[in-house]
């Protein structure tokens, strides 16, 4: 299957793709200490913020590359498989950091937050009423002109 995104958008896509990486590894890091450090006790809040910021990054990337990819097909698996490889590539970098450990459950947290964007990006795009398509007006063969 081909993609079509459009070719002034490409280069724009590759850019934000890496700084979301960078982000994403960069928040991952100081999020986990400062849940390490304070939120300890609380069992169970690292996989409801794993959740809740996949599903708001898919939320962003989505509303960012519809312009690029209007197709909402092609975008949610795009986004999607970006991001839970995302998802797989930050707990296995957690794995490598002192004091930190490589969790499967944050990883389905994880999947289930990209998973609920997706579901979540569908139904507003499907909520939205198809547009009307565009017609090119009518001419006259006699007087060459354009009836409206």
């Known amino acids: 299957m081909r ?11 590759l850019l934000a793709a890496v700084a979301l990486v960078i982000f994403v590894e960069t928040i991952s890091v100081v999020v986990g200490a400062l849940i390490d450090r304070y939120l300890a006790y609380a069992a169970g809040v690292d996989k409801v913020l794993h959740v809740l910021a996949f ?5 962003v990337c989505e509303r960012f590359a519809k312009a690029a990819i209007p197709d909402w097909r ?17 707990e296995l970098g957690q794995g490598l ?3 930190r450990d490589l969790d499967a459950r ?8 990209v998973s609920l964007g997706v579901v979540w990006a569908w139904c ?6 198809a547009p009307e398509p565009v ?3 009518e001419t006259s063969h006699r007087e060459g002109t354009i009836s409206r």
């Open 135 to 137: 017609r090119a007006p």
């Open 55 to 59: 599903l708001g990054i898919y939320l």
């Open 124 to 129: 507003l795009d499907s909520a939205r009423p």
């Open 106 to 113: 944050d990883l389905l947290a994880s999947f289930c937050g």
């Open 3 to 13: 993609v079509n995104v459009k070719a002034e958008h490409r280069s724009a896509l």
């Open 97 to 99: 950091q002192p004091g």
């Open 74 to 90: 092609v975008r949610s698996m795009i986004l999607g498989t970006g991001l839970l490889l995302l998802a797989a590539i930050d």
